[in-house]
């Protein structure tokens, strides 16, 4: 299983960017898929996530109302819309199956900053 994060980059306070996670060697709906983000030296939250069947979408506090995370099953891709970023959501962000983590890919780079 493979996990290929991009779409990151520097965004001023309040900007937006939507990130992209494609996965090869598992169908997303094998397991609960998600994104996870880790700022420097705090460890990795889940911050996004959906269920094995996709009806049931899950987020944290600190990205309720202001992230939304959508998939593609054709193209086995999973996304995460981030908008009115704050400097807080700085971090590497990854996407995994949460009950069922595989290889962490590199992560994308999440640069909040004026």
């Known amino acids: 299983v493979q996990l290929l994060e991009s779409g990151g980059g520097l965004v001023q306070p309040g900007g937006s960017l939507k990130l992209t996670c494609e996965a090869s060697?598992?169908?997303?709906?094998?397991?609960?898929m998600g994104w996870f983000r880790q700022a420097p030296g705090k460890e990795r939250e889940l911050v996004a996530a959906?269920?094995?069947?996709?009806?049931?979408?899950t987020y944290a506090d600190s990205s309720k109302g202001r992230f939304t995370i959508s998939r593609d099953g054709i193209k086995n891709t999973v996304y995460l819309q981030m908008n009115s970023l704050k400097s807080e959501d700085t971090a590497v962000y990854y996407c995994?199956?949460?009950?069922?983590?595989?290889?962490w890919g590199q992560g994308t780079q999440v640069t909040v900053s004026s």
């Open positions: 060697g598992r169908p997303l709906n094998s397991y609960a």
């Open positions: 995994n199956f949460p009950a069922k983590l595989v290889p």
């Open positions: 959906f269920s094995r069947s996709g009806e049931q979408i």
